[in-house]
T-cell receptor, first 112, second 115 residues
Framework: GDSVTQMEGPVTLSEEAFLTINCTYTATGYPSLFWYVQYPGEGLQLLLKATKADDKGSNKGFEATYRKETTSFHLEKGSVQVSDSAVYFCALNDFGNEKLTFGTGTRLTIIP | DTAVSQTPKYLVTQMGNDKSIKCEQNLGHDTMYWYKQDSKKFLKIMFSYNNKELIINETVPNRFSPKSPDKAHLNLHINSLELGDSAVYFC??????????????FGEGSRLTVL
């Protein structure tokens, strides 16, 4: 079945550091890929997405590129801020429905 | 003004008890979901309802019974609670004409602890 593997956390970085959170997937078809973010005290919300190979999703300075050859969708940001502290979830859906398959989440803490 | 709200946020109870978690969304969406985040932190879908009709049921034990009185509400009732039911339960909603976009809106989660 479909699965998503993302790097174990927690991840702690200093402000303005470069961020990478790795995500790889296994799927039977051609899934769409997503990053969700959960800020403290809030629900998960969609951060960015890519629906086909080589697409790049971007939002709020975050980027992720759909790499079919490596089955990866790594999340990157060039200069993180304290306000980026949150839990980040990689996810996919196959067959164009809302049955999302999530990774385990990576807790990110940014220190001033 | 919270878009998807769940109550209670925390629930501690004894094995064998029956409990409910309520979910309401004010986004006007027609589809709602329950996801479970287990001890290994994987988020897995349990149920989804579209306009009060069950459309996804992911081999969840029948001790779990979702109820959707209207399209803005999806409650989760759990009978005869077991230790393995301890988890964080997330409610979510989406609009069916945006199916496949992955645009789900989640609540904050309800942490259930069974002693």
């Amino acid at each position: 079945g479909d699965s998503v593997t993302q790097m174990e956390g927690p991840v702690t970085l200093s402000e303005e550091a470069f961020l990478t959170i790795n995500c790889t997937y296994t799927a039977t078809g051609y899934p769409s890929l997503f990053w969700y973010v959960q800020y403290p005290g809030e629900g998960l919300q969609l951060l960015l997405k890519a629906t086909k190979a080589d697409d790049k999703g971007s939002n709020k300075g975050f980027e992720a590129t759909y790499r079919k050859e490596t089955t990866s969708f790594h999340l990157e940001k060039g200069s993180v801020q304290v306000s980026d502290s949150a839990v980040y979830f990689c996810a996919l859906n196959d067959f164009g429905n809302e049955k999302l398959t999530f990774g385990t989440g990576t807790r990110l803490t940014i220190i001033p | 003004d919270t878009a998807v709200s769940q109550t209670p946020k925390y629930l501690v109870t004894q094995m064998g008890n029956d409990k409910s978690i309520k979910c309401e969304q004010n986004l006007g969406h027609d589809t709602m979901y329950w996801y479970k985040q287990d001890s290994k932190k994987f988020l897995k879908i349990m149920f989804s309802y579209n306009n009060k009709e069950l459309i996804i049921n992911e081999t969840v034990p029948n001790r779990f019974s979702p109820k959707s009185p209207d399209k803005a509400h999806l409650n989760l009732h759990i009978n005869s609670l077991e230790l393995g039911d301890s988890a964080v339960y997330f409610c979510a909603s989406s609009q069916s004409d945006r199916a496949g976009t992955g645009e789900l809106f989640f609540g904050e989660g309800s942490r259930l602890t069974v002693l």
